[in-house]
Protein backbone atom coordinates (compact mmCIF):
# COMPACT_ATOMS: atom_id res chain seq x y z
CA UNK A 1 0.00 0.00 0.00
CA UNK A 2 0.98 3.59 -0.77
CA UNK A 3 1.64 5.40 2.12
CA UNK A 4 -0.26 8.19 2.95
CA UNK A 5 -0.01 11.13 4.72
CA UNK A 6 -1.51 10.93 8.11
CA UNK A 7 -4.50 13.13 8.81
CA UNK A 8 -4.25 15.77 11.46
CA UNK A 9 -6.32 14.46 14.02
CA UNK A 10 -4.43 10.82 13.65
CA UNK A 11 -1.17 13.19 14.33
CA UNK A 12 -2.34 15.52 17.23
CA UNK A 13 -3.62 12.53 19.13
CA UNK A 14 -0.76 10.94 18.29
CA UNK A 15 -2.91 7.54 17.06
CA UNK A 16 -1.88 5.25 13.88
CA UNK A 17 -3.91 6.65 10.69
CA UNK A 18 -5.18 4.75 8.00
CA UNK A 19 -6.33 5.48 4.29
CA UNK A 20 -9.22 6.36 2.67
CA UNK A 21 -11.35 10.06 2.09
CA UNK A 22 -11.64 9.75 5.80
CA UNK A 23 -9.51 7.55 7.93
CA UNK A 24 -11.16 4.56 10.35
CA UNK A 25 -10.39 6.71 13.67
CA UNK A 26 -12.13 10.11 12.55
CA UNK A 27 -14.86 7.67 11.10
CA UNK A 28 -15.05 6.10 14.71
CA UNK A 29 -14.59 9.15 16.11
CA UNK A 30 -17.15 10.93 14.30
CA UNK A 31 -20.57 8.82 15.82
CA UNK A 32 -18.97 9.16 19.03
CA UNK A 33 -21.10 12.60 20.72
CA UNK A 34 -18.66 15.56 21.10
CA UNK A 35 -15.31 14.50 20.08
CA UNK A 36 -14.74 16.41 17.08
CA UNK A 37 -12.00 18.96 16.83
CA UNK A 38 -13.08 20.81 13.82
CA UNK A 39 -10.26 19.93 11.98
CA UNK A 40 -12.46 17.22 9.54
CA UNK A 41 -9.94 14.19 8.19
CA UNK A 42 -7.58 16.21 6.84
CA UNK A 43 -4.17 15.54 5.10
CA UNK A 44 -3.57 19.12 3.66
CA UNK A 45 0.35 19.89 3.83
CA UNK A 46 0.30 23.31 5.60
CA UNK A 47 2.94 24.76 2.66
CA UNK A 48 -0.03 23.51 0.42
CA UNK A 49 -1.99 26.71 1.46
CA UNK A 50 0.33 29.13 -0.21
CA UNK A 51 -1.88 29.08 -3.31
CA UNK A 52 -5.00 30.06 -0.96
CA UNK A 53 -2.93 32.56 1.29
CA UNK A 54 -1.47 34.24 -1.74
CA UNK A 55 -4.20 33.98 -4.67
CA UNK A 56 -3.33 33.98 -8.13
CA UNK A 57 -6.03 37.42 -7.91
CA UNK A 58 -2.71 39.03 -6.22
CA UNK A 59 0.12 36.74 -7.83
CA UNK A 60 -0.64 36.40 -11.38
CA UNK A 61 -0.09 40.11 -12.70
CA UNK A 62 3.64 39.49 -11.56
CA UNK A 63 3.90 36.58 -13.52
CA UNK A 64 6.43 36.91 -16.11
CA UNK A 65 4.34 36.33 -19.29
CA UNK A 66 1.65 38.82 -17.54
CA UNK A 67 4.72 41.35 -17.51
CA UNK A 68 5.70 40.73 -20.82
CA UNK A 69 2.19 41.31 -22.01
CA UNK A 70 1.76 44.25 -20.20
CA UNK A 71 5.40 46.04 -21.61
CA UNK A 72 4.47 44.84 -25.53
CA UNK A 73 1.21 46.35 -24.56
CA UNK A 74 2.43 50.09 -23.46
CA UNK A 75 6.15 50.70 -24.11
CA UNK A 76 6.69 51.73 -27.44
CA UNK A 77 10.36 52.51 -27.31
CA UNK A 78 13.55 52.00 -25.00
CA UNK A 79 15.80 55.17 -24.61
CA UNK A 80 18.98 54.90 -23.71
CA UNK A 81 18.33 57.78 -21.16
CA UNK A 82 19.55 55.62 -17.59
CA UNK A 83 18.85 56.79 -14.60
CA UNK A 84 19.96 55.67 -11.33
CA UNK A 85 16.85 55.76 -8.56
CA UNK A 86 16.60 55.53 -5.15
CA UNK A 87 13.19 53.69 -4.10
CA UNK A 88 11.79 53.33 -0.31
CA UNK A 89 8.97 51.51 0.55
CA UNK A 90 7.84 53.83 3.54
CA UNK A 91 9.50 56.50 5.56
CA UNK A 92 12.63 55.37 7.73
CA UNK A 93 13.28 52.43 5.86
CA UNK A 94 16.65 52.13 3.76
CA UNK A 95 16.22 52.34 -0.31
CA UNK A 96 16.97 50.06 -3.17
CA UNK A 97 19.25 51.48 -5.79
CA UNK A 98 17.47 50.53 -9.44
CA UNK A 99 18.69 51.43 -12.94
CA UNK A 100 16.12 52.58 -14.75
CA UNK A 101 15.45 53.67 -18.57
CA UNK A 102 13.60 56.37 -19.92
CA UNK A 103 10.80 54.79 -22.43
CA UNK A 104 8.34 56.12 -24.96
CA UNK A 105 5.24 55.26 -24.29
CA UNK A 106 2.50 53.34 -26.54
CA UNK A 107 -0.50 54.73 -24.56
CA UNK A 108 -0.90 56.58 -21.37
CA UNK A 109 -1.47 54.20 -18.53
CA UNK A 110 2.26 53.91 -17.54
CA UNK A 111 2.59 57.55 -17.10
CA UNK A 112 -0.39 57.55 -14.26
CA UNK A 113 -0.61 55.27 -11.14
CA UNK A 114 -3.35 55.26 -8.17
CA UNK A 115 -1.88 55.17 -4.83
CA UNK A 116 -4.24 54.54 -2.12
CA UNK A 117 -3.78 56.30 1.40
CA UNK A 118 -5.80 55.76 4.61
CA UNK A 119 -7.14 58.54 6.80
CA UNK A 120 -6.22 57.67 10.29
CA UNK A 121 -8.95 59.15 11.66
CA UNK A 122 -12.05 57.79 9.63
CA UNK A 123 -10.46 54.66 8.63
CA UNK A 124 -11.23 55.73 4.86
CA UNK A 125 -9.40 54.19 2.44
CA UNK A 126 -8.63 57.41 -0.15
CA UNK A 127 -7.05 56.14 -4.11
CA UNK A 128 -4.98 59.44 -5.36
CA UNK A 129 -4.07 59.54 -9.43
CA UNK A 130 -0.61 60.57 -10.15
CA UNK A 131 1.74 60.87 -12.49
CA UNK A 132 4.23 58.16 -13.08
CA UNK A 133 7.30 58.94 -14.65
CA UNK A 134 8.44 56.80 -17.86
CA UNK A 135 10.85 54.75 -16.25
CA UNK A 136 11.69 50.68 -16.52
CA UNK A 137 14.30 47.97 -16.46
CA UNK A 138 15.08 46.76 -19.79
CA UNK A 139 16.07 43.29 -18.57
CA UNK A 140 14.95 41.58 -15.29
CA UNK A 141 18.20 39.70 -13.84
CA UNK A 142 17.37 36.46 -12.28
CA UNK A 143 20.36 37.05 -10.09
CA UNK A 144 18.55 39.91 -8.90
CA UNK A 145 16.57 38.44 -6.88
CA UNK A 146 19.03 38.06 -4.23
CA UNK A 147 19.43 41.62 -3.91
CA UNK A 148 15.94 41.99 -3.05
CA UNK A 149 16.06 39.51 -0.15
CA UNK A 150 19.24 41.33 1.25
CA UNK A 151 16.85 43.98 1.29
CA UNK A 152 14.36 42.28 3.25
CA UNK A 153 17.03 40.35 6.08
CA UNK A 154 18.24 44.55 6.29
CA UNK A 155 15.00 45.27 7.63
CA UNK A 156 14.72 43.04 9.17
CA UNK A 157 18.42 42.95 11.23
CA UNK A 158 18.19 47.01 11.35
CA UNK A 159 15.27 48.62 11.42
CA UNK A 160 12.27 46.90 12.72
CA UNK A 161 11.71 49.83 14.87
CA UNK A 162 10.89 51.81 11.96
CA UNK A 163 9.20 49.22 10.27
CA UNK A 164 6.71 48.81 12.84
CA UNK A 165 5.80 52.19 12.50
CA UNK A 166 5.26 52.64 8.79
CA UNK A 167 3.79 49.32 8.65
CA UNK A 168 0.58 49.86 11.32
CA UNK A 169 0.62 53.73 10.24
CA UNK A 170 -2.87 53.26 9.47
CA UNK A 171 -3.97 51.50 12.17
CA UNK A 172 -6.42 52.93 14.27
CA UNK A 173 -4.53 52.10 17.79
CA UNK A 174 -1.46 50.71 19.19
CA UNK A 175 -2.49 47.25 19.50
CA UNK A 176 -0.77 45.92 16.56
CA UNK A 177 2.01 48.06 16.34
CA UNK A 178 2.97 47.13 20.42
CA UNK A 179 2.61 43.11 19.79
CA UNK A 180 4.61 43.19 16.51
CA UNK A 181 7.22 45.05 19.19
CA UNK A 182 6.97 42.60 22.08
CA UNK A 183 7.31 40.07 19.20
CA UNK A 184 10.47 42.02 18.41
CA UNK A 185 12.20 41.67 21.64
CA UNK A 186 11.95 38.05 21.23
CA UNK A 187 15.43 35.90 21.83
CA UNK A 188 14.93 32.93 21.18
CA UNK A 189 17.82 30.04 22.24
CA UNK A 190 17.50 27.38 19.44
CA UNK A 191 18.99 27.90 16.04
CA UNK A 192 15.93 26.57 14.42
CA UNK A 193 13.80 28.87 16.19
CA UNK A 194 16.00 31.79 15.85
CA UNK A 195 15.53 31.13 12.27
CA UNK A 196 11.60 30.59 12.65
CA UNK A 197 11.43 34.17 13.96
CA UNK A 198 13.30 35.69 11.33
CA UNK A 199 11.54 34.24 8.74
CA UNK A 200 8.22 35.43 10.34
CA UNK A 201 9.36 38.81 10.24
CA UNK A 202 10.95 38.85 6.67
CA UNK A 203 7.05 37.68 5.76
CA UNK A 204 5.55 40.65 7.67
CA UNK A 205 7.96 42.93 5.64
CA UNK A 206 7.60 41.20 1.82
CA UNK A 207 3.95 41.25 2.61
CA UNK A 208 3.79 45.12 3.65
CA UNK A 209 6.11 45.50 0.42
CA UNK A 210 3.26 43.95 -1.76
CA UNK A 211 0.68 46.01 -0.10
CA UNK A 212 2.82 49.26 -0.86
CA UNK A 213 3.81 51.19 -3.87
CA UNK A 214 7.80 51.59 -3.51
CA UNK A 215 8.22 55.80 -4.08
CA UNK A 216 11.42 57.37 -4.81
CA UNK A 217 13.25 59.11 -2.21
CA UNK A 218 12.13 62.53 -1.43
CA UNK A 219 15.44 64.11 -1.26
CA UNK A 220 16.60 62.41 -4.99
CA UNK A 221 13.48 62.93 -6.55
CA UNK A 222 14.26 66.39 -8.66
CA UNK A 223 17.63 65.07 -9.07
CA UNK A 224 17.00 61.92 -10.27
CA UNK A 225 13.75 63.04 -12.76
CA UNK A 226 15.33 65.76 -14.22
CA UNK A 227 17.56 63.55 -16.15
CA UNK A 228 14.67 62.41 -18.54
CA UNK A 229 14.06 64.01 -21.81
CA UNK A 230 9.98 63.85 -21.03
CA UNK A 231 10.85 65.71 -17.72
CA UNK A 232 8.39 68.99 -16.97
CA UNK A 233 8.71 70.39 -13.91
CA UNK A 234 6.25 70.60 -11.45
CA UNK A 235 4.52 67.25 -12.51
CA UNK A 236 5.55 64.88 -10.64
CA UNK A 237 4.03 65.25 -6.28
CA UNK A 238 5.72 63.86 -3.35
CA UNK A 239 5.97 59.26 -2.69
CA UNK A 240 6.65 59.66 -7.17
CA UNK A 241 6.57 56.10 -8.22
CA UNK A 242 7.64 54.66 -11.32
CA UNK A 243 4.62 52.71 -11.98
CA UNK A 244 6.80 49.94 -14.63
CA UNK A 245 9.89 49.97 -12.49
CA UNK A 246 7.69 49.47 -9.28
CA UNK A 247 5.62 46.74 -10.95
CA UNK A 248 8.75 44.93 -11.77
CA UNK A 249 10.45 44.72 -8.55
CA UNK A 250 7.23 43.42 -7.64
CA UNK A 251 8.07 40.50 -9.87
CA UNK A 252 10.94 39.77 -7.66
CA UNK A 253 8.95 40.50 -4.43
CA UNK A 254 5.94 38.39 -5.47
CA UNK A 255 8.63 35.70 -5.74
CA UNK A 256 9.97 35.69 -2.55
CA UNK A 257 6.81 36.29 -0.80
CA UNK A 258 5.31 32.77 -2.16
CA UNK A 259 9.03 31.30 -0.92
CA UNK A 260 9.14 32.77 2.45
CA UNK A 261 5.63 32.35 3.31
CA UNK A 262 5.83 28.46 2.45
CA UNK A 263 8.92 28.24 4.33
CA UNK A 264 6.99 29.72 7.10
CA UNK A 265 4.25 27.06 6.92
CA UNK A 266 7.03 23.96 6.63
CA UNK A 267 8.61 25.26 9.55
CA UNK A 268 5.08 25.42 11.41
CA UNK A 269 4.13 22.03 10.30
CA UNK A 270 7.42 20.52 11.54
CA UNK A 271 6.96 22.73 14.82
CA UNK A 272 3.12 20.78 14.94
CA UNK A 273 4.03 17.40 13.91
CA UNK A 274 7.07 16.77 16.05
CA UNK A 275 7.48 18.91 18.96
CA UNK A 276 5.92 17.37 22.32
CA UNK A 277 4.06 19.01 24.87
CA UNK A 278 4.69 22.81 25.59
CA UNK A 279 8.41 22.38 23.57
CA UNK A 280 8.14 25.56 20.81
CA UNK A 281 4.89 26.83 22.09
CA UNK A 282 6.37 30.68 21.86
CA UNK A 283 8.06 29.76 18.10
CA UNK A 284 4.51 28.05 16.81
CA UNK A 285 2.67 30.95 18.63
CA UNK A 286 4.51 33.76 16.51
CA UNK A 287 4.59 31.62 13.55
CA UNK A 288 0.33 31.47 13.81
CA UNK A 289 0.31 35.45 14.94
CA UNK A 290 2.91 36.07 11.64
CA UNK A 291 0.56 35.01 9.31
CA UNK A 292 -2.21 36.30 10.96
CA UNK A 293 -0.93 39.72 10.70
CA UNK A 294 0.21 39.04 7.41
CA UNK A 295 -3.14 37.74 6.02
CA UNK A 296 -4.76 41.04 7.38
CA UNK A 297 -2.26 42.84 5.16
CA UNK A 298 -3.24 40.60 2.37
CA UNK A 299 -6.66 41.03 2.48
CA UNK A 300 -6.41 44.60 2.41
CA UNK A 301 -3.97 44.49 -0.74
CA UNK A 302 -6.31 41.97 -2.64
CA UNK A 303 -9.29 45.03 -1.95
CA UNK A 304 -7.03 47.08 -3.29
CA UNK A 305 -5.92 45.17 -6.39
CA UNK A 306 -9.47 44.33 -7.53
CA UNK A 307 -10.79 48.15 -6.52
CA UNK A 308 -7.93 49.61 -9.04
CA UNK A 309 -9.20 46.63 -11.96
CA UNK A 310 -13.01 48.46 -11.22
CA UNK A 311 -11.43 51.79 -11.73
CA UNK A 312 -9.60 50.81 -14.84
CA UNK A 313 -12.46 49.04 -16.48
CA UNK A 314 -10.91 45.53 -15.81
CA UNK A 315 -14.18 44.82 -14.25
CA UNK A 316 -16.92 45.78 -12.92
CA UNK A 317 -17.54 47.40 -9.13
CA UNK A 318 -19.70 44.25 -8.38
CA UNK A 319 -17.58 41.69 -9.57
CA UNK A 320 -14.31 43.24 -8.05
CA UNK A 321 -16.24 43.05 -4.68
CA UNK A 322 -17.64 39.61 -4.84
CA UNK A 323 -14.23 38.35 -5.83
CA UNK A 324 -12.35 39.65 -2.75
CA UNK A 325 -14.91 39.06 -0.88
CA UNK A 326 -14.66 35.46 -1.77
CA UNK A 327 -11.22 35.40 -2.01
CA UNK A 328 -10.88 36.54 1.64
CA UNK A 329 -13.10 34.18 3.05
CA UNK A 330 -11.32 31.40 1.71
CA UNK A 331 -8.33 33.55 3.30
CA UNK A 332 -10.24 32.79 6.75
CA UNK A 333 -11.14 29.53 6.20
CA UNK A 334 -8.11 27.94 5.85
CA UNK A 335 -6.53 29.95 8.42
CA UNK A 336 -8.98 28.89 10.85
CA UNK A 337 -7.63 25.19 10.29
CA UNK A 338 -4.65 26.40 11.38
CA UNK A 339 -5.13 28.59 14.44
CA UNK A 340 -7.63 25.02 15.19
CA UNK A 341 -4.50 22.86 14.99
CA UNK A 342 -3.18 25.28 17.19
CA UNK A 343 -6.08 25.11 19.57
CA UNK A 344 -5.57 21.16 19.54
CA UNK A 345 -2.00 20.84 20.04
CA UNK A 346 -1.34 23.24 23.05
CA UNK A 347 -4.92 24.81 24.25
CA UNK A 348 -5.79 21.54 26.11
CA UNK A 349 -2.68 21.22 28.10
CA UNK A 350 -0.70 24.66 27.85
CA UNK A 351 -2.26 27.98 27.59
CA UNK A 352 0.44 30.29 29.09
CA UNK A 353 -1.84 33.52 27.83
CA UNK A 354 -4.66 32.81 29.53
CA UNK A 355 -2.65 31.15 32.60
CA UNK A 356 -0.47 33.74 32.47
CA UNK A 357 -0.57 33.74 36.18
CA UNK A 358 0.46 30.26 36.59
CA UNK A 359 4.54 29.58 37.11
CA UNK A 360 5.80 28.00 33.35
CA UNK A 361 9.24 27.56 34.03
CA UNK A 362 9.21 24.11 33.93
CA UNK A 363 7.70 24.01 30.49
CA UNK A 364 8.43 26.92 29.08
CA UNK A 365 12.11 26.93 29.97
CA UNK A 366 12.76 30.57 28.59
CA UNK A 367 12.57 33.77 31.04
CA UNK A 368 12.09 35.70 27.90
CA UNK A 369 9.30 33.65 26.37
CA UNK A 370 7.44 33.53 29.93
CA UNK A 371 7.72 37.30 30.41
CA UNK A 372 6.78 37.67 26.50
CA UNK A 373 3.57 35.48 27.19
CA UNK A 374 2.96 37.52 30.07
CA UNK A 375 2.96 41.00 27.85
CA UNK A 376 1.06 39.43 25.51
CA UNK A 377 -1.78 38.35 27.94
CA UNK A 378 -2.14 41.92 29.64
CA UNK A 379 -2.12 42.98 26.35
CA UNK A 380 -4.99 40.91 24.98
CA UNK A 381 -7.08 41.33 28.17
CA UNK A 382 -6.43 45.58 28.19
CA UNK A 383 -7.51 45.32 24.59
CA UNK A 384 -9.51 43.07 23.55
CA UNK A 385 -11.32 41.06 25.86
CA UNK A 386 -12.34 44.44 27.35
CA UNK A 387 -13.31 45.54 24.21
CA UNK A 388 -15.63 43.05 24.09
CA UNK A 389 -14.38 41.78 21.07
CA UNK A 390 -15.54 38.22 21.69
CA UNK A 391 -18.78 37.63 20.11
CA UNK A 392 -18.22 39.40 17.00
CA UNK A 393 -16.76 39.18 14.30
CA UNK A 394 -14.54 41.72 13.57
CA UNK A 395 -14.17 42.95 10.78
CA UNK A 396 -11.77 46.70 9.34
CA UNK A 397 -13.77 48.51 7.14
CA UNK A 398 -11.67 49.57 3.96
CA UNK A 399 -13.96 52.50 2.81
CA UNK A 400 -13.44 54.13 -0.91
CA UNK A 401 -15.90 57.25 -2.07
CA UNK A 402 -18.24 54.51 -3.37
CA UNK A 403 -17.18 51.64 -1.79
CA UNK A 404 -17.08 49.91 1.70
CA UNK A 405 -15.22 46.49 1.74
CA UNK A 406 -14.16 44.19 4.55
CA UNK A 407 -11.01 42.30 6.06
CA UNK A 408 -11.48 40.22 8.94
CA UNK A 409 -9.44 40.90 11.94
CA UNK A 410 -7.47 37.10 12.13
CA UNK A 411 -4.82 38.57 15.31
CA UNK A 412 -7.50 39.32 17.52
CA UNK A 413 -9.33 36.20 16.36
CA UNK A 414 -6.49 33.83 17.11
CA UNK A 415 -5.51 35.97 20.37
CA UNK A 416 -8.74 35.51 21.90
CA UNK A 417 -9.08 31.65 20.98
CA UNK A 418 -7.24 31.25 23.84
CA UNK A 419 -9.76 32.14 26.24
CA UNK A 420 -12.30 30.07 24.36
CA UNK A 421 -13.12 27.06 26.20
CA UNK A 422 -11.15 23.78 24.32
ZN1 LIG B 1 -6.33 9.62 10.73
ZN1 LIG C 1 -8.62 11.26 10.05
Avoid at 78 to 107: D, H, M
Avoid at 142 to 147: I, V
Avoid at 176 to 194: C, G, H, I, N, S
Avoid at 396 to 411: D, E
Wanted: with cysteine; net charge positive; glycine share 4%.
Amino acid sequence: MRKVVACWHCVLQRDKCGPGDTCDRCLKRSQRPNAECGLGCSRVRLWELVSSFLPSIMTSMHENSQLTNFVALHIRQWSNVEVTLRLTCGQGLPYISCKVYEFAPKTQELLQQFQYTTDTRTGKCIRVQKSSPPLGMIQLNHKDEQRYDRYINDIVDNYLGPFAYACFAEEQNDFQRTLFLMMARLRPKADDEVKLLKEVFRLIVVTYIMGHTLTIQEETKEQSLRQLRSYIPGVYASFCSPRMTNRQLKYFFCRLHQTIMTNVLNKLQQIFKSSKGCDKWTSAFCAVLGLAMAHEDNQKTIHLVTQTKAASHEMSVQDAEAQSDATCEDIDGKFSFIMGIFRWKYNRGYNPLRDSEQDWMSKLKDPGAIQFAREVSILVRENILAADYLNRRQRIKICTANQTQYTSRLVAQFLLSFWLPS
